[in-house]
Structure formats: C-alpha cells, structure tokens
C-alpha cells in the first residue's frame, strides 16, 4: 500500500484535474481547482479515486495581468479620489509604525506626534500590536501591509478590488482580433457597409479560411459590435471617405519641415473652394478650385488663384509669377493694408522695386524650394520651365500623403472657417454638411471671389497672429505672419524679386510649328498675322528647323509668336474666327470637335470647327435650351478668358497687333436717352453663316 503526504498548498491530480490543497480539517480536505472551483471532500474518497496523483506539476504561471503592465503611478492618478484617499491614509498609518510620525520625518511632525505607543523607545511587536488594534487588524495584516508597501510603494496599499483595469477583449481569441485589423484594412477604400452585417460575414470567411471551419469562434453579432468599436479607431460602418483618410495617416509623428527664412521653402496645393459661384450670364452655378503658395517660414500667403474646377498648368506657372510680384492696392482698401505697413525697411526695399509703392502689405519672396504634390498641373512642362528659368528646385511630396505638406492642408481648414463659411453659396466640405438651397444662395462671381479672398489675406489672415509663430526667445508671444517676415528680413535680408515683362508669354505652352502662306496650324486651327509674311517658307534660325508658337489653353482664339528680328510678341489670330466668337478653352474646342466626330464629319474641318463652337456659344440667344453642361461651359470659358487677359495686362508685357477692345458706352451719359429710342426700330443682327463668312 501506497503513503502518500498532503499539505497545504500542494497540488493533487483529481478526476482529471488539477487541485491546490486550501486546507486540512482531520478527514475532509478542503481542495480549489485550477478553474476557481472550491469544494470540500472526505479524505478517504481522494486516497480511493484511481484518478488520484500526488505531487502533481503545479499549473503554468498565468500571463501577466493587464494591469501588471501599466504605470502604477499613472493608473494610481487615475483611481477614484476615495480610493486613492484610503491608500495614502493606510501609508500614513504604516509610517507611523516605521518611525512614529505619519510623515515618516521628525522635523515634519503633527501636533502630539510621537503617540506614546509609537514612540522610537518602542519595539517594533509592541507598535505593530497597537496598530492592529487602531485599526482592527491582525498583526499578521498589518505585517502584510508592510511588505507590500515595501516591495510596490504606494500602489501595494490600494484596495485591489476598486482599481481592477477592464478589458473588453479579455475573453475574445487573439486571432478573432487580428483578423478585424486584417479585414478592415483590405475594405478600407470600399464602400460603407453594417458591421453587424457584410463586415461580420467577410470575418467569419476569414477565419475559416485561415484556421478552419468553425475552428475560431466569432461572438454574438451585438458584441461584434462592441468589440470592433473597441479594437478599430474608423468602424467600417464610417462614411468612406473618413477611411480612407485614416488609411492614408502615417504610422509614426509627422515629419517637420524646417524654414528659416522666407522663400526657403514655398508650399503648393489646389483644393476645391466650399463655396459656389454665379454666373449671372447664363445663370449658371459653378464649382471652384483655391490655388495656394505658402511660405512655411512666416507662414504668409504669398499668392492664390481661384478658378473654375479643373486648374491647369498655366495656372500653376502663373502663380508663381503671382509669388514674385506685388499685390496692388484695391482702391477701397484702408491704408493701414498698404505694404508700408510692414515693419520691413520701406525706404530701401522702394529704392529696389518701385512696384512696392502702390502695393498691399503681402510679402514678396523669391521662392527657393517649392514643395508640391503629384497633380498633374504641377507636374507638367509649364511649372518645370517656369521653375529652371528662376532657378527653384523642386521636391514633390509622396503619393496620398498629405501629411507632406501640413502647413498648407492646416490653412485650407482655417480659410474654411474663416472665410468659406461666411460668403453665401457656402457648400460644406462634404456632402453630408451641405444644405439644401445651396444653389439658391449663390450670388458671388468668380471675380468678386477673388476680390472679397484677397481682402480676407490682406486684411486678416497676414495680420492675424497665428500659433505657429512666435518671437525669437519668447515662445508665449505669438505673432502675425507680417509680423514673422518682418523679422526675418532682420537676419535674412530681402532678396530681389526678378522682373520681366515678358514673363506671362514664356511660361505658355510650345508648339513648333512650320509657317506656311496661309499661316501656322495649332491643334487643327489655323491661325494668321502679317508679322508671318516675312517668314513664310523661310527656314528657322531655331535647331528643329521649326517656328515656336505658343498659346494660352484657356483662351485658343489667339496663339503667340516671337519676333526674332526685334524681340516683340505678336498675337495671331484663328482664321476663322469672327468678332461673335467668345474666349474658348481647349476643352470646349474638344467638346466641338467630338461634337463633328459623332456626325461623321472630319475633325479638322475648320469651318465645321468654327460652325460647332458658334452652336455652342451662341446658345445664350435662348436660355430655355440652356443645359447645365452648356451653363458651366459657358462660365468656365468666359472666366478663364478674361483671367488670360488680366494676366497680360499684369506682365505689362509690349504685345503688337493686339485684338483692341470693344468700346463701353457711359451709361451715365446716356441713360436719358434711353426712353427715346424707339425698340421697333432696331434692325436685329444677321445670323452668322460659317460657309459664307470667309467670301469676299
């Protein structure tokens, strides 16, 4: 027969079990299973169980718990007052028995301390015995409290069972966990779904896939729910757009990009305007683009363009110009917002650059490094001439990180704020914020935008202090980014903008072309001046053996070309073009000829061409067959043709042969007369015949 010696806390094998042997009372035993479970069982029946091992292995050491993990310190801050208050008295208590004073410091001792039974003359057992008894304690407690407080300070005195750390996953399988990370990041740029529902179902395949059917347990569809809002920052039940963005974060702090001086590094974005604009003319509503150039040093915006949705490259490359140049001063605009204003040394910038004489108080920099994105605007052949011609360099941000470029995504929000939220047609940023007489509310011009925006950035975000900007030494004083390049012309010094006024014709587009007697051919128009007669069928001084032309693709009804002879630019003017023809783009020029190409006629019939774009233009003869498409043709090509048009009045480039003006009438003068004229009377205007207005 078989002895076998059981104690306390010895673990036995019992009906397929692991048991911890909590006490001994003759014959019963007192026995807790490696589950929790407790029962008390006769002697006899354990030693007779076939089942019955003794000395068995003792279980593995669990995992440590959550809250092993954690800062004690921090997760002490963060208990319940009346705990935390419970902790610090029972330390005071235990100081007291240490040394006799509840600040464990003589020179800090309470009024009355040392109590006589604590006093440093008594032995520890009898200091020990009369804490007990204060405290209604067993010594063997009270010699508890004191270890725990001297292995783990103060968070060994906190009652464990109020500050118990939660966790929510604590009974989910680690790899049902992963496999939510997992699915939600492959449908991260799908559309919205319940995750109650297709977000469950595609887990669920998931692991089966995996693991095996039905190996990984999923719960309740209810706690689904709650887990995945526990585990996912973005539910897959978020608008899309909300994920993708989220997607798209880094995983680690952003970068800092790092400017000392103005000009250093200049950021370029475009973004769609909250706000639409009217057309009165056609009575149309459209949607516009906000182009930025910030400088990250003063954070000042050194130039913007607002331009029917879809910017091009010659937008880009004029906003450049745009940077370099001073912003004049609007007749209404207080003289406070003039560029005296700015605490720059005014008498010798002036004795540089007259120009600055009638200017706003913007800063004008000479950009050094230009940070952009991958648009196709800032990658075209425009904005890389543009930029070797004034020596930038150029560093494009990553693809689909806008945290490339912080600073510039940051000022698109405070314009939003600012500026967008306040001006009527406002939109909302996205669709869910939009109202519902967003359409009827639109009153404002592209023009009028561009006036009431430049007002907004001189008048108050340049003189707005701003928070990332502060004075040198003072890191609480915050200034405004006129203020910030004030400074920094102190120690960086002004450098001299460069100045050409030929400059809007040399960032346009190159088409070499060769001069024939009827003139040169551009994207199947043919265009003609008599500054071509000299160079018909003559040979290029240029290596190709080619004439340069250039064009402007928001106005095709004139191309450009170069004198060599005298160094004049010369407008040439499309054959076929007639004084009805508007300003067009050359995405209205390819609405015309796909317009031809669907009636089985040749594209490159230029009276076909000319015959297509008058049935496009000319449409504002009846309004009641206006189509939205037509609207927003209509006002894109008329904006974007007197913007072609302010742009060269602003290079103050000398153009020959230039098409002059219709001449306006003084309303004034003749607004007497008008009650005189006789309506009957005026002859309507013929109606233009392509096929017969190039006879004669």
């Known amino acids: 027969m078989n002895s076998h010696r059981i104690a306390v806390t010895d673990w036995i094998e019992f009906e397929d079990e692991r048991h911890q042997v909590a006490g001994l009372d003759g014959a019963t035993v007192r026995l807790r299973s490696e589950t929790g479970r407790v029962q008390t069982i006769m002697l006899s029946v354990i030693l007779a169980d076939p089942s019955f091992r003794a000395d068995a292995n003792p279980p593995p050491e669990p995992q440590a718990d959550a809250s092993t993990r954690l800062d004690p310190g921090g997760t002490l801050a963060s208990l319940k007052p009346e705990v935390r208050d419970a902790a610090l008295d029972l330390e ?3 100081r007291e028995v240490e040394s006799g004073f509840r600040s464990g410091n003589p ?20 200091r020990v015995e009369a804490k007990a008894a204060e405290l209604d304690l067993s010594k063997r407690s009270i010699h508890l409290l ?8 103060l968070w060994g005195l906190v009652d464990q069972r109020k500050a118990r750390i939660s966790n929510p996953l604590r009974n989910v399988d680690h790899r049902a966990v992963q496999a939510i990370r997992d699915q939600a990041a492959a449908e991260r740029n799908d559309s919205s779904a319940t995750v109650g529902g297709r977000f469950y179902r595609r887990v669920r395949n998931r692991l089966d896939a995996e693991h095996g059917l039905g190996v990984v347990p999923l719960p309740g569809r209810d706690s689904f729910r709650r887990i995945v809002g526990h585990i996912l920052n973005k539910s897959p039940a978020a608008p899309a757009y909300q994920r993708a963005s989220l997607a798209n974060q880094p995983d680690r702090p952003f970068g800092t990009v790092v400017a000392r001086r103005p000009g250093e590094v200049v950021m370029l974005d475009t973004t769609p305007l909250d706000v639409m604009a009217y057309d009165p003319g056609s009575d149309a509503k459209i949607r516009v683009e906000l182009t930025l150039a910030l400088d990250v040093a003063t954070r000042s915006i ?7 949705e879809g910017t091009k490259a010659i937008d880009i490359g004029l906003l450049l110009a745009d940077v370099m140049t001073p912003e004049p001063m609007r007749p209404a605009w207080q003289d406070a917002l003039r560029y005296q204003m700015l605490r720059v040394p005014y008498e010798r910038v002036m004795s540089v650059d007259e120009r600055l004489a009638e200017a706003a108080a913007r800063p004008v920099i000479y950009p050094e490094t230009l940070l952009y994105d991958h648009g196709k605007p800032y990658v075209s052949d425009v904005v890389q001439r543009a930029c070797t011609r004034w020596k930038i360099d150029l560093q494009d941000a990553r693809k689909l990180k806008p945290t490339d470029k912080p600073h510039v995504e940051r000022v698109f929000k405070t314009i939003r704020e600012q500026f967008a939220e306040h001006v009527a047609g406002y939109k909302g940023f996205n669709v869910a ?11 404002w011009t592209i023009d009028e935008l561009c006036e009431f925006f430049a007002e907004y950035v001189i008048a108050v975000y340049q003189r707005r202090h701003h928070r990332g900007l502060s004075a040198h030494g003072f890191p609480d004083l915050h200034v405004s980014p006129n203020e910030a390049y004030g400074m920094a012309i102190g120690w960086a010094g002004y450098v001299v903008c460069p100045r050409d006024p030929n400059i809007y014709f040399e960032l346009l587009p190159i088409a070499p072309r060769v001069i024939h007697p009827y003139g040169v051919e551009l994207n199947h128009l043919t265009y003609n001046a008599d500054i071509l007669y000299r160079y018909r069928e003559s040979k290029s001084v240029y290596p190709d053996g080619r004439w340069p032309v250039r064009y402007d693709p928001r106005n095709l009804l004139h191309a450009y070309f170069l004198d060599p002879a005298d160094g004049q630019w010369h407008v040439l003017r499309w054959t076929h073009a007639l004084s ?4 067009f783009t050359d995405i209205t020029l390819r609405e015309a000829k796909r317009l031809i190409s669907l009636r089985g006629i040749n594209p490159a019939d230029q009276d076909e061409v000319a015959a297509a774009l008058v049935d496009l233009q000319n449409r ?7 189509t939205r498409t037509d609207r927003k043709r209509l006002s894109r090509d008329s904006h974007r043709g007197s913007t072609q048009a302010r742009d060269i ?3 103050a480039a000398p153009v020959d042969e230039h098409p002059p003006l219709a001449a306006v009438p003084d309303l004034e003068e003749e607004a007497e007369d008008w009650s005189e004229i006789d309506l009957a009377s005026i002859q309507p205007a013929e109606i233009w015949n392509p096929h017969t207005s190039q006879e004669g």
């Open 649 to 651: 009045q602003r290079g």
């Open 580 to 583: 009805q023809h508007q300003p």
């Open 146 to 153: 004191r270890q725990k407080y001297a292995e783990q300070g």
């Open 620 to 626: 504002t003869d009846a309004p009641e067959t206006w």
């Open 433 to 443: 914020h939009r109202g519902l007489t967003v359409d009827e509310q639109a009153r």
């Open 302 to 308: 050194l130039a913007w363009r607002l331009t029917p």
């Open 92 to 94: 005071g208590h235990l």
């Open 107 to 126: 020179l800090d001792a309470a009024p009355g301390e040392p109590r006589p039974e604590y006093a440093p003359d008594q032995t520890m057992t009898t």
